[in-house]
């Protein structure tokens, strides 16, 4: 016959695909960071090309070692873990000493993805587990900031950053405070312009929140992220930080600097919206994202820390199996018996 | 619910926009096909008792005559395809895969074909008259279910319907037929569309078309006699709008309850080629002796909506059209529903809408690795009737059939397949989901 003898594949339908996978939504996503992770390399210089390396390296590499001692095969080709080690490395101080980063990232991967059963299994996101290890074990490193586009970025190191492990970091004149600590401790605005653009101190990738922007619409207009999870998140903090600006101006910051600044940007974007973590129904998706942006403010207005975005979104996280149960649709016809008279 | 509107269009919520694949065969008229040297009429062709065959080996029988009778109400009638020889009444392979009894018959080399025809069922008959003349011509659903039509014309006692809709969709990618059948045959449609208001005693008539056939539904407009009470709709382009449930949130906005019937929300839906096979057919008292079916896909070379004989098989057909030599699936139907062809020994039948062969190339994109499921969503956002099918999924690998049933709805499921379709990780949620129903009603018929 026509097909000369050869046998016909026996499959049950569908037998198209839409064509995306995994690995090439992990790539894009990659793609989308790269070019907040420039800016970085561009703002800080030797320093943030170092803290970033380090992060990535210790993240792939945990993950494929775990692989490999586990005796299955790599998964370091899915491009998620790339994601994990670029979001990790962009949430940390650039001046942060390098084996504090490379910790960091092995604890993020290990307990915070492989110990939970890896890609697709684990409960929270693991750039911001090693983050939150971290922020728990060194509070002072964690939250000591080199200014960016310094004279001499690409020619030297911060001290901090060669410290050796288990040592005391020292810091140089130069650190500064971030624009959410300048509010926090000594009411002092930021102007917006300098908050969106990037000219500001901060965490690697925390600074351009333009660029985060241009990444995350490109995701979204690729359908390869959940719109609905930044969208719930920048209007709940306009609406409550603004809501508190217009109580007393003098003590609660505006809702635009409430955006733009610190890890709001990058978290809303490119962590909270981690398929992973976040829930599948749409009202599930705007009540998470309602909860981070509650909490963050909460955090950053009444709490210790300026910052707090990191546990708003674990915290989402943590709830997404819920929210996901309370929210689920009602089935078609299901209440279609009283309906039908 | 209301129907959802996009850029003036309505639709249902939810569903999967594949690639359409129409353009080749959109244009291309119906063409009529020659005869097998040897046609194999199963008769088992619809859902239902197999129909009882009226006819013997070596007896002569004339296109249209009946060659087989209902058994019971749940069965239809069937008819000789061509003027030829009965060699055998005995058993035949079917898409299914299982063996089932079927007429084989070898046409007359030099006839005419000429159709015989039987006692008219006028429009002025009673709507008994003309269930009974429906079941008689063999009609069943012709997008894909065979579903017997009269079964769903007759309407119980103190039941009403009050719209009637005429399901032009053809959402599936490749399959053209309706296409075709709404631009060349829009009298006999209108036609059956006044059999069908009588018997059902609906006042309004819906033909819903898809906006990829604009060109359909602007003749159907053209057409539409002034004296019926109805219209022309054109929806937004979705899968699967061709599933009656979805048709009607689309166009009334009702739901049909769960495990219900579209009765119980006073509508009927009809699958546009067999509204025209109803206005063919019983003005001339036939019966269904052939149907339009789009011969398709990257394997085959002369592709086209051809007018083929019932019990054409399968083999024949392909080397008609001829077919490339890396093809490697064969399905009937198109790529989202189709069932793959176990051998290419079983026939066309009342059924099948299209025959669509794909290459190795064409097929690579469905080997790709399984992932774990990223919660992406995307199953959520595609399923028409709102499952979860990642959680279904997760639960019928540990076969958890109980809670899937009982808790999460599966028997809801209605297998269109958008989920897989759209699954990044190439879960193959919908089969299991196939599985796991069978699995399910297995173990109920076990336990009655």
Not at chain 1, 71 to 84: C, L, M
Not at chain 1, 142 to 147: A, G
Not at chain 1, 148 to 177: H, K, M, N, V
Not at chain 1, 209 to 233: D, E, H, Q, T
Request: hydrophobic share 45%; glycine share 10%; with cysteine.
């Amino acid at each position: 016959m026509a097909n000369g003898g050869k046998t016909l594949e026996i499959r049950t339908s569908p037998h198209i695909l839409s064509g995306y996978s995994v690995d090439t939504i992990m790539f894009n996503v990659v793609l989308a960071l790269l070019p907040v992770t420039g800016f970085a390399v561009f703002a800080f210089g030797l320093a943030g090309l170092l803290t970033l390396s380090v992060a990535l390296a210790s993240c792939v590499l945990t993950e494929h070692l775990i692989c490999r001692a586990a005796g299955k095969p790599s998964t370091i080709g899915d491009w998620s873990v790339t994601i994990t080690g670029l979001l990790y490395g962009l949430t940390l101080p650039p001046s942060l000493p390098l084996w504090m980063v490379a910790a960091g990232g092995v604890i993020g991967v290990a307990l915070g993805k492989a110990l939970f059963g890896g890609l697709g299994y684990n409960t929270f996101n693991p750039a911001l587990v090693g983050r939150a290890v971290l922020q728990a074990a060194f509070p002072v490193a964690m939250t000591s900031w080199i200014p960016g586009f310094g004279a001499g970025r690409f020619s030297s190191l911060p001290l901090s950053t060669l410290t050796l492990p288990f040592t005391a970091p020292e810091y140089d004149a130069i650190t500064s405070a971030t624009p959410l600590a300048l509010w926090k401790f000594s009411r002092e605005a930021t102007a917006t312009s300098d908050l969106a653009m990037g000219f500001i101190s901060g965490s690697a990738g925390e600074t351009s929140s333009v660029l985060i922007l241009l990444g995350g619409v490109y995701l979204i207009a690729r359908n390869m992220m959940n719109w609905r999870i930044p969208a719930s998140i920048f209007a709940t903090v306009f609406v409550f930080s603004g809501a508190l600006h217009l109580v007393d101006p003098t003590r609660y910051a505006s809702p635009v600097f409430m955006l733009f600044s610190g890890g709001l940007m990058l978290g809303a974007m490119f962590m909270a919206t981690d398929m992973v973590g976040s829930p599948m129904t749409a009202r599930g998706c705007y009540l998470y994202g309602a909860l981070i942006a509650v909490v963050t403010i909460v955090i950053r207005t009444w709490g210790g820390l300026p910052e707090g975005v990191m546990y708003a979104i674990l915290l989402g996280n943590a709830v997404t199996p819920h929210l996901d149960r309370w929210t689920r649709p009602t089935v078609y016809g299901a209440k279609g018996k009283e309906a039908a008279t | 619910m209301r129907p959802m509107r996009l850029l003036g269009l309505k639709t249902f919520r939810h569903g999967v926009h594949p690639p359409e694949s129409k353009d080749e065969t959109s244009g291309l008229p119906i063409r009529q096909f020659p005869f097998a040297p040897l046609l194999i009429v199963p008769l088992v062709q619809h859902m239902g008792a197999p129909s009882i065959p009226v006819v013997e080996e070596g007896q002569e029988v004339q296109r249209g005559q009946r060659i087989a009778r209902p058994d019971g109400f749940m069965s239809v009638s069937m008819h000789a395809p061509a003027s030829g020889l009965v060699r055998r009444v005995a058993l035949a392979p079917s898409i299914s895969g299982r063996m089932v009894p079927a007429v084989y018959l070898e046409p007359f080399p030099g006839s005419t074909q000429e159709i015989e025809d039987g006692t008219p069922c006028p429009l002025e008959a009673t709507p008994e008259e003309i269930i009974a003349a429906i079941q008689d011509a063999g009609v069943v659903g012709l997008g894909g279910a065979a579903f017997p039509t009269h079964v769903k014309l007759k309407i119980p006692e103190g039941k009403f319907v009050d719209t009637l809709i005429i399901n032009g969709v053809e959402c599936e990618p490749f399959l053209t037929t309706d296409h075709r059948v709404m631009l060349e045959e829009s009298r006999d449609i209108f036609t059956g569309i006044r059999y069908l208001l009588k018997v059902t005693g609906a006042e309004n008539v819906i033909i819903a078309v898809e906006a990829n056939k604009a060109d359909a539904a602007e003749h159907l407009r053209e057409t539409f006699p002034s004296d019926l009470n109805g219209s022309v709709e054109v929806l937004q382009v979705k899968y699967p709008q061709g599933a009656e449930k979805m048709l009607f949130s689309a166009l009334l906005g009702r739901e049909v309850p769960s495990r219900g019937l579209p009765l119980d929300i006073h509508a009927l839906c009809c699958n546009v080629a067999t509204t025209a096979q109803v206005g063919q057919l019983l003005p001339r008292g036939r019966g269904i002796q052939e149907r339009v079916i789009t011969v398709t896909g990257p394997a085959v070379k002369r592709k086209g909506n051809y007018r083929i004989p019932i019990g054409t098989p399968l083999r024949f057909l392909l080397e008609h059209v001829g077919v490339a030599d890396d093809v490697n699936r064969v399905f009937l139907g198109g790529p989202m529903m189709g069932a793959a062809a176990p051998s290419l020994e079983i026939s066309i039948t009342k059924g099948t809408s299209g025959v669509t062969a794909f290459t190795d190339t064409a097929a690579e994109r469905t080997h790709s690795p399984v992932y774990p499921c990223i919660r992406c969503g995307y199953c959520v956002d595609a399923c028409p009737i709102f499952l979860d099918p990642a959680l279904l999924g997760k639960l019928a690998a540990t076969e958890q059939f109980s809670t899937m049933t009982d808790e999460h709805h599966l028997m809801d499921c209605f297998e269109c397949g958008s989920c897989s379709f759209v699954c990044p990780s190439h879960i193959p949620l919908v089969q299991r989901f196939r599985a796991a129903k069978a699995a399910v009603r297995k173990s109920k018929a076990g336990a009655a």
